[in-house]
């Protein structure tokens, strides 16, 4: 049978003048997403992006699932397409949405007819196959206040939709409404989920990833461009730019104070993040940090990392508990690579005792040992950058 997703808007529908610049944001994503299936046509009326199959080897299900994860669509409904005429409608529909029907108790048929020359008023479709339904279900009852589900028939131009329960899109608005973010991406569980919820608000999101050859190992580098290509059926296209970090983290080792180590290895990578970001257009920087989860991200460490930072740093897991985080990467589907077990620059040298409290002057006493512009300038010249596309 014939079959057509409807998309329903999320917060778009409440954009006012600005609307038709996210919806034109949300159907570019979509078209970008789609290209790979071949023959769909998309369409937009009235709040609801039309998403109809050409060509009949075409899996539904892997088209549903790629629209479930594009910001801006907070409802998908996967209807069936039958002839406009009150006989098809009745009795065309009921096979293909007999499972939604037996898993329900209660029910509600609501109708809406863009076509006006129909024949029929809405109110006669939604009693005539109300009665249909509840002959066909004798289990079930009516309720137009509360029902499990609500079966929707749309009369259209050429033919009638015709669906019953939806399934939950991704919400959020779409990628490219909200700038660029530069997304401090390591192989961790958090920074993923970071760069997932920033494009969730509509961040166009570039990663950057500091490596300490030969500490840390090809294969974890590998592991990370893994994590950024699994977030972008989210995101879209990554530019990934990966930052050898080897030379700084000796020299820090060799010259540092202990306790200082993490605090002045933080604030080189948001220095270099930033020049990046500065390069790439990218407005702000993204990380995955947790308030308190490690020393290097209580509030007195972070001041310290911030002071180094002349653009915003966006932390969006700041308020989550691990579990939480965790239970988004499970969703996303980052969870299983993350915790493989490979290497990361932060973990290399990590001192035992790291300062908890750090204090900003002494903090930038330590840092004024070192040559700290041609360290940030050397890593920023050889940083290399490849693209990970959405396939
Ligand atoms: P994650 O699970 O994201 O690795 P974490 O809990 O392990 O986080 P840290 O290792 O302290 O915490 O890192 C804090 C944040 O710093 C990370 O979320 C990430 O944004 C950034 N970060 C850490 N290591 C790297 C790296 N090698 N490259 C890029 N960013 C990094
Ligand atoms: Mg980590």
């Given amino acids: 049978m014939k079959e057509i997703i409807l998309c329903k808007y999320g917060e778009i529908a409440l954009k006012g003048l600005n ?36 060509d009949e080897s075409i899996d539904v299900d892997e088209v549903v699932d790629r629209l479930s994860k594009i910001f801006g669509i907070i409802k998908l409904c996967r209807c069936c397409v039958v002839e406009k005429t009150m006989e098809s409608i009745l009795n065309d529909s009921i096979e293909y949405i007999t499972e939604d029907m037996l898993a329900a108790r209660t029910f509600k048929v ?91 608000r509509g961040a166009v999101i570039d990663a950057v990833h500091f490596e300490a050859p030969p500490y840390t190992s090809e294969r974890a580098k590998l592991k990370v461009e893994k994590l950024a290509k699994i977030i972008t059926d989210y995101c879209g296209d990554i530019r990934f730019h990966c930052v050898p970090f080897t030379e700084i983290q000796e020299t820090l080792r060799d010259k540092c104070p202990e306790e200082y180590f ?15 970001a500065e390069k790439e257009g990218a407005q702000a920087l993204v990380t995955g940090e947790s308030l308190g989860q490690v020393a290097s991200q209580t509030m007195y460490a972070m ?87 959405l396939e």
Avoid at 33 to 47: E, N, V
Avoid at 130 to 150: C, E, I, M, S, W
Avoid at 158 to 178: Q, R, T, W, Y
Avoid at 264 to 275: G, K, S, T, V
């Fill in 110 to 200: 609501e109708a809406k007819r863009s076509d006006k020359l129909f024949p029929y008023k809405s109110p006669e479709i939604c009693t005539e196959l109300g009665a249909k339904l509840l002959n066909t279900f004798p289990h079930l009852t009516v309720d137009v206040h509360q029902p499990d589900v609500t079966v929707t028939v749309e009369v259209r131009e050429h033919n009638a939709f015709i669906h019953a329960a939806s399934i939950n899109g991704a919400g959020g608005i779409p990628v490219g409404s909200s700038g660029k973010a530069l997304l401090l991406l390591s192989g961790g569980i958090d920074s993923p989920v970071a760069g997932y919820m920033m494009a969730k």
């Fill in 19 to 54: 609307k038709s610049t996210f919806e034109s944001m949300m159907m570019k994503s979509i078209r970008r997403r789609l290209k790979k299936f071949g023959d769909i046509r998309i369409t937009k009326a009235q709040s609801t992006v039309y998403v109809e199959p050409m």
């Fill in 262 to 276: 993490t605090i002045l290895m933080r604030r080189l990578m948001m220095e270099i993040a930033q020049r990046i």
């Fill in 303 to 389: 001041v310290c990392t911030d002071a180094a930072c002349r653009i915003p740093v966006f932390r969006p897991c700041i308020g989550l508990d691990k579990t939480e985080i965790i239970e988004i990467a499970r969703r996303i589907d980052t969870f299983e690579t993350s915790i493989l077990p490979y290497e990361d620059c932060c973990t290399v040298f990590t001192p035992k005792h790291p300062k908890t409290r750090p204090e900003l002057g002494a903090v930038i006493t330590a840092q004024s040992r070192f040559d700290w512009e041609d360290m940030i300038n050397k890593a920023v010249e050889n940083t290399s950058v490849k693209m990970i596309r």
